[in-house]
């Protein structure tokens, strides 16, 4: 089953946006439903629901918010995933140094489409803000979608 787990910061925002962006994009392929995607955060407010902002985007793009809770990352969870794509170019070199077992499957989201920059955190910001965040997270999604795909198992 391929598997990919989008990190940030508390797992309120970015991340689980990411990661229903990116099941969003799986419904095309025929095998989707195999398919593993969740989210997490280096420094998770642990049982969080995802931010209401995020939720009113998601729905303006037709996505329905899936139930959430906030986690924080830990060796076990990190270690079931093929890819692990953090939003922050910190989060990423964290991962790495914390858990070197899986620092080769730790990538910064913005790698998927050949470049490397920060995804901003637009928490505490207007709703513009998420629908920004939204719109690079969907871009990245389009573009890098072939690379995700090779990245993990679904690419082997």
Same mark, same amino acid.
């Given at each position: ?5 989008? *990190?940030?910061? /508390? ?8 990661? /229903?962006? @990116?099941?969003?994009?799986?419904? #095309? ?8 995607? +969740?989210?997490?955060?280096?420094? $998770?407010? &642990?049982?969080?629901?995802?931010? &209401? ?6 729905? +303006? ?6 139930? #959430?809770?906030?986690?924080? *990352? ?15 170019? &910190?989060? *990423?070199? /964290? ?10 499957? *730790? ?6 489409? $050949?470049?490397? @920059? ?5 928490? $505490? ?19 890098? @979608? ?7 198992? /679904? $690419?082997?």
């Amino acid at each position: 089953m391929p598997s990919i787990l989008f *990190v940030c910061s /508390a797992n309120i925002c970015r991340s689980p946006m990411a990661a /229903a962006l @990116f099941r969003k994009k799986l419904e #095309h392929l025929p095998k989707s439903k195999k398919w593993r995607v +969740e989210s997490a955060g280096t420094w $998770g407010l &642990d049982g969080s629901d995802m931010a &209401d902002s995020v939720k009113t985007v998601l729905e +303006e793009m037709g996505i329905t918010a899936e139930e #959430h809770s906030a986690r924080t *990352v830990d060796p076990a969870l990190l270690d079931s995933f093929d890819l692990i794509v953090a939003m922050e170019k &910190d989060q *990423v070199e /964290a991962l790495r140094i914390e858990f070197p077992k899986i620092s080769g499957r *730790v990538y910064l989201l913005s790698e998927m489409i $050949g470049e490397r @920059f920060d995804i901003q955190d637009p928490i $505490g910001e207007p709703l513009e803000e998420f629908r920004k965040t939204a719109k690079v997270l969907s871009l990245i999604m389009d573009q890098g @979608f072939d690379k995700i795909l090779q990245l993990t198992r /679904a $690419g082997k």
